[in-house]
């Protein structure tokens, strides 16, 4: 026997750990890779509209850890690692 959480089916949009609003469908938000929890990339994530875009088209592999996490792993620098070297993103862009 499985039990359904509760607090799960109520709310199956989940709040930004920063701002505390819902994050959307639609919501350009980031989870993070620790604890699975979302952030607005616009709530302090240093994440831009572009690489956004190029993470949900699959071009680019982001790492995110919200604010506990970060704290928790010891991820003082570069709480955001783009895999995008090998792919040539940023010799196109430049
Ligand atoms: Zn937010
Ligand atoms: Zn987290």
Redesign the pocket.
């Known amino acids: 026997m499985e039990a359904i959480n509760d607090s799960l089916a109520m709310s199956p949009l989940h709040p ?1 750990v ?4 819902r ?1 959307q469908k639609n919501s350009k ?1 980031v989870q993070c890779e620790s604890c699975d929890k979302w ?2 990339i ?2 302090g994530t240093r994440i831009d509209a572009t690489t956004y875009e190029q993470m949900v088209e699959g071009n680019v592999d982001l790492f995110w850890f919200c604010r506990v996490a970060k704290k928790y792993i010891d991820l003082e620098i570069g709480m955001v690692i783009l895999i995008a070297l090998a792919l040539g993103l940023y010799v196109r862009q430049m």
Request: net charge positive; charged share 25%.
């Open positions: 930004c920063e701002c505390g609003k994050v938000a952030c607005h616009r709530c």
